[in-house]
């Protein structure tokens, strides 16, 4: 029986289905939210995306004897305008603490249908408590309640231990509203480095990278440039 690792060697897959324009837009904002709307309207007509909002966001952890150690996971976009990506979460979780310690993060936006991705880098910094009231307040009710009961990324017994935990969460607030608690919020990753890229034959891929002109600040104009693939 062949094993899957048997295959990666001599897996092939054309890269045809786009291109990236030198012409791009100046803002790369405005490009990333049309290539958004283009996943949204590629699960729309063939549902071979199940989730356009499904991103891979990378922090750095500290080992014991500071060593840097790259993490990274799938979360969910939530927001994305001229301040940043906004994702939400439980910030005493691992990747919570190491962006309390190393406030800088990658986001990359993975389409595999579309053969394209965008990659985010930058600052990191927690919303301001009134934005995650308005975005919690929009959860479903089993979505808040799973907040309180799981202690994120803390090691637990068992299965049945959590569903346990759960049923006391939901007992405790039984018949009233599930506020936020104040462990659960969100974060911006105010972007310095924005690059694109868009697979095309014979691994002539396009990238494109736009990069802030002032550091660190969140602001200021941005610079284009095409990278050789």
Same mark, same amino acid.
């Not at 092939?12 to 709307?37: H, K, M």
């Given at each position: 029986?062949?094993?899957? =690792? *048997?295959?990666?060697?001599?897996? !092939?897959?054309?890269?045809? $289905?786009?291109? /990236?324009?030198?012409?791009? +837009? ?66 005493? =979780? *691992?990747?919570?603490?190491?962006? !309390?310690?190393?406030?800088? $993060?990658?986001? /990359?936006?993975?389409?595999? +249908? ?73 974060? !911006? ?41």
């Amino acid at each position: 029986m062949t094993s899957a =690792s *048997d295959r990666l060697a001599g897996e !092939r897959l054309d890269y045809l $289905a786009g291109s /990236l324009a030198d012409a791009a +837009p100046a803002d790369p904002l405005e490009l990333c939210n049309a290539w958004l709307r283009d996943a949204f309207a590629r699960r729309e007509s063939r549902g071979d995306i199940s989730d356009p909002t499904a991103v891979v966001l990378s922090t750095v952890a500290l080992g014991a004897d500071g060593t840097p150690r790259p993490r990274s996971r799938t979360v969910l976009l939530k927001g994305l305008d001229a301040d940043g990506a906004v994702v939400f979460t439980n910030l005493d =979780s *691992d990747k919570g603490q190491e962006l !309390r310690t190393t406030p800088r $993060a990658a986001l /990359l936006m993975p389409w595999y +249908p579309l053969q394209r991705q965008v990659r985010i880098e930058g600052r990191v910094e927690e919303v301001p408590a009134a934005e995650s009231d308005v975005y919690w307040a929009t959860r479903p009710r089993g979505s808040q309640l799973g907040a309180w009961a799981s202690h994120q990324s803390r090691p637990i017994d068992s299965r049945e231990q959590l569903e346990a935990q759960y049923a006391e969460v939901e007992a405790r607030f039984e018949g009233v509203e599930v506020p936020r608690p104040e462990f659960w919020g969100g974060l !911006r990753i105010h972007p310095q480095r924005i690059e694109f890229w868009q697979g095309r034959a014979h691994r002539v891929h396009d990238r494109i990278v736009y990069e802030r002109a002032a550091d660190d600040t969140g602001s200021g104009s941005w610079e284009r440039h095409r990278l050789q693939p």
